[in-house]
């Protein structure tokens, strides 16, 4: 008979109806003739009973697992119980629960049986039990990130929607390129700030989510910031600020020449050109800005107010005998030929941003003679109005004090002339 053996009474006592005795295969001869003479010789014994599984619980790289002891013991002595899993892992032990180790994290699904170890053989194994491991978090998703300062920036992600069955510890941004992080422990969705940034370098981030399971696949990446303090060299001139125009909704980096080669002023009479059939210099500016040498057939464009670039390529290409503008386009500064004379709004920002001290030492708007020039901060910013013939652009000059109160004069900066660039901000 399957799963029986015969085995043997060591000591035996005698009644008038049983035979008791220990069954560790010590038996006499007289014992033996006794348990038959009383129909109890040989003893039969047999594997118990199917044990009866309970829950799995799933732990880091393993699982827990309950049961029940078997109904039937057939006469044996349980000596321990095994675990077995759909891919071969085992573990042993004395009681429940047992729990199996080794086992795979990332979502993968196991099933187990438990089988009960006795003196006679093992009884045949329980039902199954299944359990799905646990697994890394889901992907967060990448959200706005932002300039702080010249070495710093921010960097916005939302939670993924699945954490893999084990707590989100925290979220590591990461820099492109550098690979400088920034860490936020947290389960939620948050913002990450990332220091040590080199100014003036465009960088872009992508997040990931950690649990205890480990790291979730990267995030796509950001979109690209170049972390700046106002003043920080950059891309041939100085850093003023990022500028929404009005115009078109975009932001632009807005950039500063340097003095020395993007600043115009009545000292230099290198850059000559022809007004009304005379010959003048940069420092003869307020002859070509005279309403009377701007035709009254030239209309105001909204974009004339706004939009620095599109206004100076319109009056270098008009035929007419603008300063400011052929500076401008005849100019390359650290490389870049892009520079133009900011628009009315532009230089407005700019001149808030910079605020006269906010560039290095030196590099300031300060007019070199201080005359109804707002570089000075003697004078107030006005724009032309459209009854006015002329650029309608940048800076309208005219003194608050003294003989000259309330003049416009046709001009863009006085005796002084400041080079601008922008860069779109992706």
Not at 38 to 58: D, E, R
Not at 242 to 249: G, Q, V
Not at 304 to 322: Q, R
Request: aromatic fraction near 10%; charged fraction near 10%; glycine fraction near 10%.
């Amino acid at each position: 008979m399957s799963n029986r053996r015969m085995i043997s009474v060591a000591a035996v006592s005698t009644s008038s109806t049983a035979y008791t005795g220990r069954a560790d295969g010590l038996f006499s001869t007289n014992d033996q003739a006794k348990l038959k003479q009383a129909g109890a010789w040989p003893i039969a014994i047999a594997a118990p009973s199917a044990p009866t599984i309970g829950t799995a619980t799933v732990g880091n790289s393993q699982v827990t697992i309950l049961f029940t002891a078997p109904n039937t013991l057939n006469g044996s002595t349980i000596t321990g119980y095994t675990v077995t899993s759909s891919s071969g892992q085992t573990a042993t032990g004395s009681s429940s629960p047992i729990i199996v180790t080794g086992l795979n994290n990332g979502g993968f699904t196991y099933t187990f049986t438990v089988v009960a170890n006795s003196n006679c053989s093992n009884s045949i194994a329980s039902l199954t039990v299944s359990a799905t491991m646990l697994d890394v978090p889901g992907t967060p998703t990448i959200g706005a990130v932002s300039v702080v300062s010249g070495t710093s920036a921010t960097v916005e992600y939302t939670a993924p929607s699945s954490n893999g069955g084990s707590a989100i510890t925290s979220y590591t941004a990461t820099s492109l390129p550098g690979n400088i992080t920034g860490t936020l422990s947290q389960s939620s969705s948050g913002t990450i700030t990332v220091n040590g940034l080199t100014p003036g370098t465009r960088y872009t981030f992508r997040v990931i989510a950690t649990s205890a399971i480990g790291n979730s696949t990267v995030s796509s990446n950001s979109s690209g910031i170049v972390p700046l303090s106002i003043g920080d060299a950059y891309q041939g001139g100085y850093f003023a600020g990022i500028y929404t125009n009005p115009y078109d909704s975009q932001k632009y980096r807005m950039i500063v020449s340097p003095k020395a080669s993007g600043w115009v002023n009545g000292a230099r009479g290198d850059l000559q050109t022809t007004v009304n059939g005379t010959v003048v210099n940069a420092g003869s500016w307020a002859l070509e800005w005279q309403s009377s040498n701007i035709p009254s057939s030239i209309a105001y464009q909204s974009w004339h107010l706004y939009v620095g670039d599109m206004n100076t390529n319109f009056w270098y290409n008009s035929g007419y005998t603008i300063l400011p503008a052929r500076f401008a386009k005849q100019s390359n500064i650290g490389g870049y030929n892009d520079w133009f004379v900011a628009s009315y709004y532009e230089l407005l920002f700019v001149r808030s941003q910079v605020a006269w001290w906010g560039l290095p030492s030196g590099e300031n708007f300060t007019s070199s003679s201080g005359v109804a020039s707002n570089d000075s901060g003697s004078g107030t910013s006005q724009m032309w109005t459209s009854s006015k013939n002329g650029p309608y652009t940048v800076l309208m000059e005219f003194n608050t004090t003294g003989p000259d109160y309330g003049q416009m004069a046709y001009w863009w900066n006085s005796a002084d002339t400041r080079l601008f660039r922008r860069e779109l901000v992706s």
